[in-house]
C-alpha cells in the first residue's frame, strides 16, 4: 500500500481504511477515522489549555509582583533618606 509505505499515517488507520476498503465502505471508514482523530485532539488541546491557563496566571502574577516592587523600592529609598542624620 503506498500510504503505508509513505510513512506518514499511523498503523491504526492504515488498518481502518484497509478494512474499509475490503468491506467496500471506504467512505464511511474515513469518516469514522476523521472522528476519531478529531475527537482525540480535541482531548489533547484541552489538556494543554488545562495545564497552559495555571503557567500564565503565575507569570501574570510574577509581572504584577515585579511592577508593585518596582513602584514601592523608591519609595522606601526615599524613607531612609529623611531618617536621623
Known amino acids: 500500500m503506498t500510504l503505508k509505505k509513505?510513512?506518514?499515517?499511523?498503523?491504526?488507520?492504515?488498518?481502518?481504511?484497509?478494512?474499509?476498503?475490503?468491506?467496500?465502505q471506504l467512505e464511511?471508514?474515513?469518516?469514522?477515522?476523521?472522528?476519531a482523530y478529531e475527537a482525540e485532539i480535541e482531548t489533547?488541546?484541552?489538556?494543554?489549555?488545562a495545564l497552559l491557563e495555571p503557567l500564565m496566571?503565575?507569570?501574570?502574577?510574577?509581572a504584577v509582583a515585579f511592577i508593585v516592587i518596582s513602584i514601592l523600592q523608591p519609595m522606601m529609598d526615599?524613607?531612609?533618606?529623611?531618617?536621623p542624620k
Open 28 to 35: 464511511q471508514m474515513l469518516g469514522r477515522v476523521a472522528d
Open 57 to 62: 496566571l503565575l507569570g501574570m502574577g510574577v
Open 6 to 24: 509513505s510513512g506518514q499515517f499511523p498503523s491504526t488507520m492504515l488498518h481502518m481504511i484497509a478494512v474499509g476498503e475490503r468491506a467496500g
Open 44 to 49: 489533547k488541546l484541552s489538556r494543554f489549555i
Open 78 to 83: 526615599l524613607g531612609s533618606l529623611s531618617g
